[in-house]
C-alpha cells in the first residue's frame, strides 16, 4: 500500500543545550570517579529518559538532602538550589558537586548584587518550579517576591515601589515574559532590570525556531517530559504562532496517530533537556508510516561549552 506523503520540517537549534549537557556530564563523570552509587538531589534535568538512564548506572534520584547518606557524593541538578542546601551538606561534611546551569548561576550572582545595593527582588518564574525555589532561596525570606503573569503585577506589594529590581527564570516563554516586564515597569519606573536578558540563549532559540516552523505546518510535536518547563512553552509558542494541533510527547510511543489523520505538514522540535535519539526515533516512527519529504528550518548556530567543575577534572 502507497504511503500518503508528508512533509517534515525539523526544528534547529533543538534538543540539549551546554546547561543539560554539563549537567549529565558531571553525573556520569562522577560515578565513574567515586563509584555506584552517586546521590543526586531533585532530577538533574526534567528528562525521563535521561534520568532513566542514568539511574542504570548507579545514580539514585532523592528529593531531599535527608535522604542521602553523609559518605556518598551528593550532586545538585541543573536547575539550582536554595543556599540552604549546599549550607547543610557542608555541615555534614559530605562531598557535593553543584550541576546548576552557569546561566542559572547568573541569575543568582545578580540576585545577590543587587540585594546587596539595598534593592527588594522581582522574580518572574513559574511557583513550585526547582530554579524558581533555588533562586528565591538565595536571598533571606521576604527579599523575593514572585510573579507569573500581568496580572500578579497589579497586586505586588514591595517594601519601597523605588527600590525594586527584576529577575527571570530561565525557561519562561519570551513573549510572555516581555508583557510582564513591560507591566513591571509601568507599576514601578525605577525597577532596575538584568544587564542582558535573564532567559537563556537555548531557550530563545528553541522559541524562535518553532515560530518559524508554527505557520508551516499541520501540526507540531514538541519532544519533552511534562515536567521541562521549557519544553511546554515551546507547546504554547507553537499554538500562539496558529498552530491546530501543538502536542508534548515524551518519546514516539506518545505520538497520538489518530489526532494526525489527514495531516500534510508536521514540525518536530525537542525542549532543551530531550536527547537527540528521541528526535531520531520519532523521525522515524513518521517514516514507517508516510512518504517522507524532510527539511531543516534553521534559526541560529549554538556553539556555548560550559566546563565541568574541576573536581571532576582531577584525578580521582
Known sequence: M???P???YLAAPRGFCAGVDRA???VEMAIEKWGAPIYVRHEIVHNKFVVDGLRAKGAVFVEELTECPDDRPVIFSAHGVAKSVPAEAGRREMIYVDATCPLVSK???EAERHHNNGLQMVMIGHTGHPETIGTMGQLPEGEVLLVETVE????L????PDALAFITQTTLSVDDT???VAALKARFPAIVGPHKEDICYATTNRQEAVKQIAPKVDALLVIGSPNSSNSRRLVEVARAKGCAYAQLVDNAGGIDWRALDGIASVGVTAGASAPEV???EVVAAFRDRYEVTMETVETAREHVEFKVPRVLREDA
Open 2 to 4: 502507497t504511503k500518503p
Open 6 to 8: 508528508l512533509s517534515l
Open 24 to 26: 549529565i556530564k558531571i
Open 107 to 109: 541569575v543568582h550572582i
Open 152 to 155: 500578579d503585577v497589579a497586586t
Open 157 to 160: 506589594e514591595p517594601r519601597d
Open 178 to 180: 516581555k508583557d510582564i
Open 278 to 280: 528521541l528526535v531520531d
